[in-house]
């Protein structure tokens, strides 16, 4: 076996060195009955040549959004992902690396995650953030908890347009952890000034929102501020950084967002990264790991994980998080493709983003049975269809087309949406696209 | 005559005068080098449309460096040569499991059939992930004994959330959510496991260990008093410090019969994995870090995963997606009444909600199947014994420079030592810890576990060869003797060859810099 | 001179006219290691005894410091907040923590006294 370096002599001679005859022997503390007699019920070792085969035959029986005019979006982009990117990460000093706990051997994690975390509080327009986190839906969730702490309150108000599942995950933590949530119903146009009050210790709400919409949230900032709690926005479309104004310059406390768009593939949901961005004030209430500056013993800058006191590796039960791995090589990919875009580059992405969905948009609007029902949106909006959103895409694949998300996969108790599907566009749509999208489209809705 | 104080030699000090030392290149941060305007990427032209973005249209630059390709290349070559990694030597951290990333595990994953698939795009096109997640979840179900698995939980974790939540979800089933409250975990576990009891209002009540720093069924009998509080106890097996917990069954049995689980760290599965099945041992859920025994990478600090097998008696509540079973086709089930809907009365079985978006580390799954297929079972079977036999060799080759905490006994995947054989050195376990950096080692864990003095965890892996399990050894032995010897300044100046000497981290967390800023 | 008592978790109080001031001491610090930071209590917040008080973090360890008796806390030392180094330099003078109101001058007595704790210390070599 290929991976295992020793053989009969090595072993032999390691079983002499310690002093017993068998490995066995060293499995004398599992107690009698315990250690199996015999293989598990699975399947003996394989070549690379077998393996390949039986892993690309799973992978053959999927079809791959590059293959066909792809449209899902909901909180996962289609990106294009340049190739010195994931050369990059693929470098066995960066893949094979543990966490920067030592750090004078890790000066590549460290300087590589302090850029990481700059160019993530300039996106988002906050003082400080952090390492990364999981995923965008567990960073909302690390935010309401957050806001809990700074507040001392443990009521958080869930907008409309934030996407469910991240509404899921808010939920099932809270409610295990005897925290109160309110989540207006699913949609686009929220009013807040019910809701919010001396009780609530945070707003949540998604820019765009998940239907596709962005609006000013600004006003909302200023509500929830004049009850003393936070606005926490959340991006799931980290692209929309390029082309919209930051959560930051709207008053957000807390910025979180799906980082997945930038140098990461759409790996069917995972592995996927978490933004976290806060201002100066609160950054001790901030769960993650958190790259330092500082200097060694020869006067030579270097960098550190600092302020750990916050993790469950030192404060244990009075963590700020359970948090420990996190999503290290994500987090690479992101910065080196942020990188290589640089300010101009990202704006021009943006640009292109949104002039594909605009134009997207401006094909659909012309078939008949389909109503844009998102006036103000950046690459992704919500198409009303004559019949039921999740037949059309299901017809749609028939004719060689992902056209989207139906919103009944992502709310399936709630009828009334049931005719809407939600449509991304990216720098990877062509007009041919377009044309094979509204074709199938007209086809499928005749 | 020439004045020598005046002439600029390379001192001693900074021996160059671009400051890198052949190989070892100093590198600035994006923000001294790159520019608003570089950009290495080369994208077409945006058609002309109208802006739909109304009022929110980005007015303010955002203040991002760019680079062009070659620079971006070999800013990020640079840095990555200033990382120790599993490439580059062994990695003995304990209960991290350094083994070996197969590259055929990055090959698989990046299949466009695995690698370019959205999670929401309709099943029916993506119905070989779901039987790969599928086959999977067999493979844990089977090598753990447990009829069930939960595969969305993005790291350990994140697993021991899942694991505990699921647990409170069936007191709370019973009605006893309320009154049990306390969760038992011994002084030894990881830093994680208060961590995760603590975020879902569970008290953490302490079990010491008993002198061989087990944990004995008396020592939770006592814990557990007449029962009545307690939710669970956590419990890691193999132990922190590198030994099968003797009497777990019988703890499994003193918590099911008082009304409790018993939830396993499975952080040191590489010990037994395809050798004991926690099944057997009364666990009610463990959680598995694929990027520990199943060897998906490490990548400096993550991703991970960290799925979490479940007993009969908390099956019902994993949470959401669920992987089922319709006419030979495996899908995912994306919603099901949940525990805490509106409308769940006591007793509804029902998964607990959902931890996270979409479904999991499918990327991670596709390494982790790949590496379970190239090892089979007997691989992995005998992976585990060349682990516990690469701790032994280590013990036995360094039990009489270094000490023991618990005594001379054979250890599992991973050997403890602790501070006592450097007592009257006036070094540390840090100041050893540093010296193993100049001789080419990342050092093993150090303080941890926190009930022995200046701990030292080592955790070789099968993936080391005599070889290079010699070479650390006479490392390790070399530095053990010098400091019985009375070198002290070996161990002091360390490390002296590595990229950076110490770093002032008391300085680092008393003036906080986070980020770049232009001055 | 004002009265010096210490608890078996490294607290000192200091007694001088029904106000208590509070720290840790020189071994506790030394202990921590460099600290970089502390939480103090806010103004008028009453503590029983033995409940936490403050927190004192160091890089590698955070730890609770908790009140030796009961009281109503009526001065914090921000001078240590600016600059948690004064700990590791004065502990026992300059780099109070808190001073309380003592709502039970009784509960002292059962605290040590500067020999006893010189004494304690020795137990825990």
Known sequence: MRYLPHDAEDRRAMLAAIGVDSVDALFEAVPPGLLLGGMPELPGHASEIAVERAMSSLASRNVPAGTVPFFAGCGAYKHHVPASVDHLIQRSEFMTAYTPYQPEIAQGTLQYLFEFQTQVALLTGMDVANASMYDGSTAAAEAVFMAHRVTKRNKAVLSGGLHPHYRAVIETLSHYASHEVVALPPGPSQDFSEVIDGQTSCVVVQLPGVFGGVRDVTALAELAHAQGALLIVVTTEAVSFGALRSPGSMSADIAVAEGQSIGNGLNFGGPYLGLFATRDKFVRQMPGRLCGETVDEAGKRGFVLTLSTREQHIRRDKATSNICTNSGLCSLAFTIHMTLLGEAGLRKLAQVNHANAVKLAEALAKVPGVEIVTPQFFNEFTIRTSKPGAEVIDALVDEGVIGGVPASRLFPRSPELDKLIIVAATEMTTPADRDAYSGALAKVLS | MMDMTTKSFASEAAPTFTGNRALQIEEPLIFEIGSNETCGVDLEEPEAVESRLGDMARTEPIGLPGLSEPEAMRHYVRLSQNNYSIDTGLFPLGSCTMKHNPRLNEKMARLPGFGDIHPLQPQRTVEGAVRAMAELANWLTTLTGMPAVALSPKAGAHGELCGMIAIKAALEARGQAATRRVVLVPDSAHGTNPATAALLGFKVRPVAAAKDGTVRVEAVREALGDGHDVAAMMLTNPNTCGLFEPEIRQIAAALHEAGGYLYCDGANFNAIAGKVRPGDLGVDAMHINLHKTFSTPHGGGGPGAGPVVFSAALAPFAPLPLLKLEEGAWTLVEDAPVASDAGAKQGDARPFGRLVAFHGQMGMFVRALTYMLSFGADGIRQASEDAVLNANYIRAQLRDVMSQPFGDRPCMHEVLFDESFLKGTGLTTLDFAKAMIDEGFHPMTVYFPLVVHGAMLIEPTESESKHSLDQFIGALRGLALAAGEGETERFKSAPRFAPRRRLDETRAARQPVLRYRRT | ?125
């Open chain 3, 1 to 125: 001179m004002a009265d010096m008592k210490y608890t078996r978790d490294h607290e000192y109080i200091r007694v001088e006219a029904g106000v208590g001031t509070i720290g840790i001491t020189g071994h506790a610090q030394e202990k921590l290691g460099d600290i970089v930071f502390v939480e103090l209590p806010t103004i008028g917040k009453v503590l029983s005894k033995g409940q936490e008080a403050a927190v004192v973090e160091s890089v590698k360890a955070a730890s609770e410091v908790y009140a030796p008796v009961s009281g109503e806390v009526v001065a914090v030392n921000e001078a240590i907040v600016a600059e948690p180094a004064l700990v590791n330099q004065d502990a026992e003078e300059s780099a109070w923590f808190l001073k309380m109101k003592i709502t039970n001058p009784r509960e002292l007595d059962g605290l040590m006294s500067a020999d006893a704790y010189r004494d304690y210390l020795e137990t825990l070599e």
